[in-house]
């Protein structure tokens, strides 16, 4: 069963502008990570967020965790056309984290 | 650098052949993991192992089963393969009894005649 879902399914920007891809899951998470997948590659690993954090920053990467509308967003600033990529969450309650369908991304040079 | 090895990146079978699908990581992680990948569905669980001669059932193991005999190395077998089962494979590992990154493998996209 799939525990998180990505909104939206499909984003279209310009580069230079920022994505923002969100999260919702049903149950109680220990943590919740972000994955990338360029097409017809496997997931890269981009930043983990913990229950008990509320915001995390990796670059251009800013995650925010909210456990009492049980949501998290991921923003990523100054996009860059290399940026383009589907983004998957995975929510962990045990050791095995499930995935959403993801958000496939296209920045526009 | 970690590294998840797939065997194959592209196959092409027949309807009831026998396929091995092959997955080695070098970062002694105990826990590893297939998923299949198809459009508008996401990734879905078939088999998890979190030690060797260990595996357990994912949310899809009907007409899969796994093999790990060593640590680094976790098998995904159909046992006759059917065109639905035209898909893209994904082995991945993490350490520890908590939920923690997975590294993937570059996955193998297999087709079914």
């Known amino acids: 069963s799939q525990q998180g879902e990505e909104d939206p399914q499909a984003l279209s920007i310009q580069e230079g502008e920022n994505a923002t891809m969100n999260c919702s899951y049903k149950t109680s998470i220990n943590n919740l990570q972000w994955y990338r997948q360029n097409s017809g590659r496997g997931l890269v690993h981009l930043i983990l967020i913990r229950s008990n954090e509320r915001e995390k920053h990796s670059g251009r990467l800013r995650v925010t965790l909210d456990t009492s509308k049980k949501s998290s967003s991921l923003l990523i600033t100054a996009s860059r056309a290399a940026d383009t990529a589907s983004y998957f969450c995975a929510c962990g309650a045990s050791y095995i984290p499930t995935f959403g369908r993801g958000t496939s991304l296209i920045v526009h040079p | ?113």
């Open chain 2, 1 to 113: 650098d970690v590294k998840v090895t797939q065997s194959s990146r592209y196959l092409v079978k027949r309807t009831g052949e026998k396929v091995f699908l092959e997955c080695v990581q070098d970062m002694d992680h105990e826990n590893m993991f297939w998923y299949r990948q198809d459009p508008g569905l996401g990734l879905r669980l078939i088999y998890f192992s979190y030690d060797v001669k260990m595996k357990e059932k994912g949310d899809i193991p009907e007409g899969y089963s796994v093999s790990r005999e060593k640590k680094e190395r976790f098998s995904l077998i159909l046992e006759s393969a059917s065109t639905n089962q035209t898909s893209m494979y994904l082995c991945a590992s993490s350490d520890g009894l908590t939920s923690g990154e997975l590294f993937f493998g570059e996955g193998s996209r297999l087709t079914v005649l």
